[in-house]
Protein backbone atom coordinates (compact mmCIF):
# COMPACT_ATOMS: atom_id res chain seq x y z
CA UNK A 1 0.00 0.00 0.00
CA UNK A 2 1.03 3.61 -0.29
CA UNK A 3 1.17 6.67 2.03
CA UNK A 4 -1.01 9.66 0.14
CA UNK A 5 -2.29 13.05 1.03
CA UNK A 6 -5.40 14.40 -0.03
CA UNK A 7 -6.22 18.45 0.21
CA UNK A 8 -9.85 18.60 -0.83
CA UNK A 9 -11.62 21.90 -1.11
CA UNK A 10 -11.44 22.90 2.78
CA UNK A 11 -8.24 23.02 2.80
CA UNK A 12 -7.19 20.05 5.08
CA UNK A 13 -5.03 16.98 4.75
CA UNK A 14 -6.23 13.73 5.68
CA UNK A 15 -3.44 11.02 5.36
CA UNK A 16 -4.56 7.65 4.28
CA UNK A 17 -3.53 4.16 2.99
CA UNK A 18 -4.72 3.16 -0.26
CA UNK A 19 -4.63 0.23 -2.32
CA UNK A 20 -3.16 0.28 -6.19
CA UNK A 21 -7.17 -0.61 -7.39
CA UNK A 22 -8.87 2.34 -5.12
CA UNK A 23 -5.24 4.80 -6.07
CA UNK A 24 -6.39 3.48 -9.69
CA UNK A 25 -10.23 4.10 -9.21
CA UNK A 26 -11.30 7.04 -11.71
CA UNK A 27 -14.02 8.68 -9.40
CA UNK A 28 -14.75 11.29 -11.92
CA UNK A 29 -15.71 8.88 -14.62
CA UNK A 30 -17.81 6.88 -12.10
CA UNK A 31 -19.95 10.50 -11.22
CA UNK A 32 -19.88 11.52 -15.00
CA UNK A 33 -21.44 7.50 -15.61
CA UNK A 34 -24.14 8.21 -13.15
CA UNK A 35 -25.12 11.54 -13.98
CA UNK A 36 -25.82 10.27 -17.31
CA UNK A 37 -27.52 6.84 -16.27
CA UNK A 38 -28.97 7.07 -12.73
CA UNK A 39 -32.25 7.06 -13.79
CA UNK A 40 -31.90 3.54 -15.25
CA UNK A 41 -32.36 2.75 -11.18
CA UNK A 42 -36.23 3.13 -12.18
CA UNK A 43 -35.59 0.45 -15.19
CA UNK A 44 -34.07 -2.02 -12.52
CA UNK A 45 -36.46 -1.12 -9.73
CA UNK A 46 -39.85 -1.99 -12.35
CA UNK A 47 -37.85 -5.23 -13.23
CA UNK A 48 -37.73 -6.15 -9.42
CA UNK A 49 -40.92 -5.67 -9.33
CA UNK A 50 -42.49 -7.63 -11.98
CA UNK A 51 -40.00 -10.45 -11.76
CA UNK A 52 -40.77 -10.39 -7.57
CA UNK A 53 -44.25 -10.52 -7.55
CA UNK A 54 -44.65 -12.63 -11.18
CA UNK A 55 -42.14 -15.24 -9.74
CA UNK A 56 -44.74 -15.67 -6.45
CA UNK A 57 -47.32 -16.21 -8.79
CA UNK A 58 -45.29 -18.82 -10.87
CA UNK A 59 -44.33 -20.63 -7.42
CA UNK A 60 -47.87 -21.05 -6.41
CA UNK A 61 -48.68 -24.51 -7.78
CA UNK A 62 -44.43 -25.63 -6.97
CA UNK A 63 -42.56 -27.01 -4.86
CA UNK A 64 -40.42 -24.43 -2.75
CA UNK A 65 -36.78 -25.04 -3.72
CA UNK A 66 -34.16 -25.88 -1.09
CA UNK A 67 -31.04 -23.92 -2.22
CA UNK A 68 -29.16 -23.43 0.82
CA UNK A 69 -25.65 -23.76 -0.69
CA UNK A 70 -26.54 -20.93 -3.16
CA UNK A 71 -27.77 -18.71 -0.15
CA UNK A 72 -24.94 -19.46 2.12
CA UNK A 73 -22.30 -18.35 -1.22
CA UNK A 74 -24.74 -15.38 -1.66
CA UNK A 75 -24.51 -14.41 2.14
CA UNK A 76 -21.28 -14.65 2.64
CA UNK A 77 -19.52 -12.86 -0.61
CA UNK A 78 -22.10 -9.77 0.24
CA UNK A 79 -21.18 -10.33 4.08
CA UNK A 80 -17.54 -10.26 3.09
CA UNK A 81 -18.00 -7.10 0.62
CA UNK A 82 -19.64 -4.72 3.71
CA UNK A 83 -17.19 -5.83 6.08
CA UNK A 84 -14.39 -4.57 4.01
CA UNK A 85 -16.53 -1.53 2.64
CA UNK A 86 -17.69 -0.52 6.11
CA UNK A 87 -13.68 -1.08 7.19
CA UNK A 88 -12.50 1.68 4.51
CA UNK A 89 -15.38 3.95 5.10
CA UNK A 90 -15.17 3.88 8.39
CA UNK A 91 -11.41 4.59 7.96
CA UNK A 92 -12.18 7.74 6.42
CA UNK A 93 -15.11 8.62 8.30
CA UNK A 94 -12.11 8.59 11.39
CA UNK A 95 -9.97 10.51 10.00
CA UNK A 96 -12.33 13.28 9.09
CA UNK A 97 -14.19 13.41 12.16
CA UNK A 98 -10.59 13.25 14.41
CA UNK A 99 -8.82 16.13 11.78
CA UNK A 100 -11.87 18.02 11.32
CA UNK A 101 -15.18 17.27 13.76
CA UNK A 102 -19.01 16.53 13.17
CA UNK A 103 -20.11 19.06 11.30
CA UNK A 104 -17.11 18.58 8.49
CA UNK A 105 -18.09 14.77 8.47
CA UNK A 106 -21.52 15.73 7.34
CA UNK A 107 -21.03 18.19 4.67
CA UNK A 108 -17.18 17.56 3.46
CA UNK A 109 -17.73 16.58 0.17
CA UNK A 110 -14.71 14.62 -0.46
CA UNK A 111 -15.84 11.39 0.52
CA UNK A 112 -16.40 10.77 -3.23
CA UNK A 113 -13.95 11.64 -4.45
CA UNK A 114 -11.07 10.78 -1.52
CA UNK A 115 -8.32 8.14 -1.13
CA UNK A 116 -10.24 5.04 -0.47
CA UNK A 117 -13.62 6.18 -0.27
CA UNK A 118 -14.00 6.73 -3.48
CA UNK A 119 -13.79 3.67 -4.73
CA UNK A 120 -15.91 2.04 -1.99
CA UNK A 121 -18.56 5.20 -2.27
CA UNK A 122 -19.32 3.64 -5.94
CA UNK A 123 -19.02 -0.12 -5.44
CA UNK A 124 -21.79 0.81 -2.77
CA UNK A 125 -24.33 2.52 -4.66
CA UNK A 126 -23.44 -0.41 -7.69
CA UNK A 127 -24.27 -3.23 -5.12
CA UNK A 128 -27.65 -1.87 -4.73
CA UNK A 129 -28.56 -3.30 -7.78
CA UNK A 130 -27.49 -7.17 -7.06
CA UNK A 131 -28.96 -6.95 -4.22
CA UNK A 132 -31.97 -7.35 -5.54
CA UNK A 133 -31.44 -10.73 -5.86
CA UNK A 134 -31.61 -11.30 -2.05
CA UNK A 135 -35.61 -11.95 -2.86
CA UNK A 136 -35.32 -14.09 -5.52
CA UNK A 137 -34.27 -16.76 -2.19
CA UNK A 138 -37.31 -15.90 -0.79
CA UNK A 139 -39.63 -16.38 -3.86
CA UNK A 140 -37.98 -19.53 -4.68
CA UNK A 141 -37.89 -21.12 -1.68
CA UNK A 142 -41.32 -19.86 -0.59
CA UNK A 143 -40.71 -17.72 2.62
CA UNK A 144 -43.06 -15.22 3.55
CA UNK A 145 -41.97 -11.58 1.55
CA UNK A 146 -42.96 -8.25 3.68
CA UNK A 147 -43.27 -5.26 2.49
CA UNK A 148 -40.27 -3.80 4.40
CA UNK A 149 -38.12 -6.04 2.49
CA UNK A 150 -38.81 -5.01 -1.30
CA UNK A 151 -40.03 -1.34 -0.86
CA UNK A 152 -36.26 -1.06 1.06
CA UNK A 153 -34.31 -3.08 -1.61
CA UNK A 154 -36.02 -0.68 -4.11
CA UNK A 155 -36.16 3.02 -2.01
CA UNK A 156 -32.27 2.31 -1.48
CA UNK A 157 -31.80 1.92 -4.75
CA UNK A 158 -33.52 4.59 -6.37
CA UNK A 159 -32.01 7.26 -3.13
CA UNK A 160 -28.68 6.08 -3.51
CA UNK A 161 -27.78 6.37 -7.48
CA UNK A 162 -29.90 9.75 -7.15
CA UNK A 163 -27.72 10.88 -4.41
CA UNK A 164 -24.54 9.80 -5.89
CA UNK A 165 -24.31 11.82 -8.85
CA UNK A 166 -24.93 15.20 -7.18
CA UNK A 167 -22.05 14.41 -4.83
CA UNK A 168 -24.68 15.12 -1.35
CA UNK A 169 -23.96 15.92 1.74
CA UNK A 170 -24.21 12.81 4.48
CA UNK A 171 -23.05 10.74 1.83
CA UNK A 172 -20.37 9.44 3.95
CA UNK A 173 -22.59 8.43 6.91
CA UNK A 174 -25.20 6.55 4.87
CA UNK A 175 -23.05 4.72 3.00
CA UNK A 176 -20.77 3.95 6.57
CA UNK A 177 -23.40 2.89 8.41
CA UNK A 178 -25.18 0.81 6.14
CA UNK A 179 -21.91 -0.93 5.47
CA UNK A 180 -21.62 -1.39 8.97
CA UNK A 181 -25.73 -2.85 9.28
CA UNK A 182 -25.10 -4.77 6.18
CA UNK A 183 -21.90 -6.41 7.65
CA UNK A 184 -23.89 -7.55 10.60
CA UNK A 185 -26.53 -8.57 8.54
CA UNK A 186 -25.61 -10.75 5.98
CA UNK A 187 -22.94 -12.50 8.31
CA UNK A 188 -26.15 -13.40 10.14
CA UNK A 189 -28.01 -14.61 6.84
CA UNK A 190 -24.44 -16.80 5.63
CA UNK A 191 -24.82 -18.46 9.40
CA UNK A 192 -28.39 -19.49 9.47
CA UNK A 193 -28.01 -20.67 5.57
CA UNK A 194 -25.31 -22.44 7.03
CA UNK A 195 -27.56 -24.51 9.71
CA UNK A 196 -25.78 -22.73 11.95
CA UNK A 197 -27.29 -21.87 15.50
CA UNK A 198 -27.16 -18.05 15.86
CA UNK A 199 -28.43 -17.04 19.62
CA UNK A 200 -31.41 -14.51 19.20
CA UNK A 201 -29.67 -11.84 20.56
CA UNK A 202 -27.20 -11.22 17.73
CA UNK A 203 -30.64 -11.02 15.17
CA UNK A 204 -32.38 -8.39 17.89
CA UNK A 205 -28.83 -6.50 17.75
CA UNK A 206 -29.07 -5.87 14.12
CA UNK A 207 -32.64 -5.01 14.06
CA UNK A 208 -31.65 -2.50 16.69
CA UNK A 209 -29.30 -1.40 14.89
CA UNK A 210 -30.88 -0.87 11.92
CA UNK A 211 -33.65 0.94 13.63
CA UNK A 212 -30.32 3.24 14.99
CA UNK A 213 -29.37 3.59 11.54
CA UNK A 214 -32.64 5.39 10.80
CA UNK A 215 -32.54 7.92 13.55
CA UNK A 216 -29.44 8.71 13.05
CA UNK A 217 -30.46 9.10 9.04
CA UNK A 218 -32.85 11.58 10.01
CA UNK A 219 -30.39 13.15 12.39
CA UNK A 220 -28.14 13.72 9.30
CA UNK A 221 -30.65 14.88 7.24
CA UNK A 222 -32.04 17.62 9.66
CA UNK A 223 -28.09 19.11 9.99
CA UNK A 224 -27.79 19.32 6.19
CA UNK A 225 -30.52 21.22 5.64
CA UNK A 226 -29.71 23.42 8.85
CA UNK A 227 -26.17 23.73 7.50
CA UNK A 228 -27.34 24.33 3.88
CA UNK A 229 -29.02 27.06 4.56
CA UNK A 230 -25.18 28.52 5.94
CA UNK A 231 -24.02 28.01 2.39
CA UNK A 232 -21.10 25.76 3.80
CA UNK A 233 -23.48 22.15 3.04
CA UNK A 234 -23.95 20.98 -0.62
CA UNK A 235 -27.33 19.33 -0.98
CA UNK A 236 -30.72 20.38 -2.79
CA UNK A 237 -34.31 20.55 -0.87
CA UNK A 238 -35.46 17.57 -2.61
CA UNK A 239 -33.00 15.33 -1.73
CA UNK A 240 -33.01 16.36 1.74
CA UNK A 241 -37.11 15.66 1.24
CA UNK A 242 -36.91 12.58 -0.17
CA UNK A 243 -33.66 11.29 2.30
CA UNK A 244 -36.32 12.50 5.24
CA UNK A 245 -39.44 10.23 4.00
CA UNK A 246 -37.64 7.28 3.58
CA UNK A 247 -35.55 7.47 6.46
CA UNK A 248 -38.76 8.34 8.71
CA UNK A 249 -40.36 5.42 6.98
CA UNK A 250 -37.60 3.27 7.38
CA UNK A 251 -38.06 4.09 11.08
CA UNK A 252 -41.30 3.25 11.43
CA UNK A 253 -41.62 0.13 9.47
CA UNK A 254 -38.15 -1.17 11.27
CA UNK A 255 -39.57 -0.23 14.62
CA UNK A 256 -43.03 -2.22 13.56
CA UNK A 257 -41.04 -5.08 12.86
CA UNK A 258 -39.24 -5.15 16.05
CA UNK A 259 -42.13 -5.20 18.02
CA UNK A 260 -43.94 -7.91 16.35
CA UNK A 261 -41.17 -10.13 16.25
CA UNK A 262 -39.25 -9.54 19.73
CA UNK A 263 -41.34 -7.54 21.76
CA UNK A 264 -45.21 -8.79 20.88
CA UNK A 265 -44.08 -12.61 20.10
CA UNK A 266 -42.25 -12.95 23.64
CA UNK A 267 -44.66 -11.38 25.38
CA UNK A 268 -46.93 -14.41 23.57
CA UNK A 269 -44.36 -16.89 24.88
CA UNK A 270 -44.01 -16.15 28.09
CA UNK A 271 -47.76 -15.68 28.95
CA UNK A 272 -48.35 -19.18 26.95
CA UNK A 273 -45.54 -21.00 29.41
Known amino acids: MKMLLLVNETDFQVQLSEFSFERRFDERGAIEWMQENW ?3 FMFSALYAALVFGGQHHMKTRAKLNLRVPLVLWSLSLAVFSIIGAVRTGSYMFHILSSCGFKHSICDQSFYIGPVSKFWAYAFVLSKAPELGDTVFIVLRKQKLIFLHW ?18 AGGGWFMTMNYSVHALMYSYYAAR ?15 SAQIAQMGMGLTVSGLVYSWMQQGNCHSHLDNITWATLMYLSYLLLFSNFFYHTYVRCHAKTTKTD
Open 39 to 41: SKS
Open 151 to 168: YHHITVLLYSWYSYKDMV
Open 193 to 207: AAGLRVPRPFAVLIT
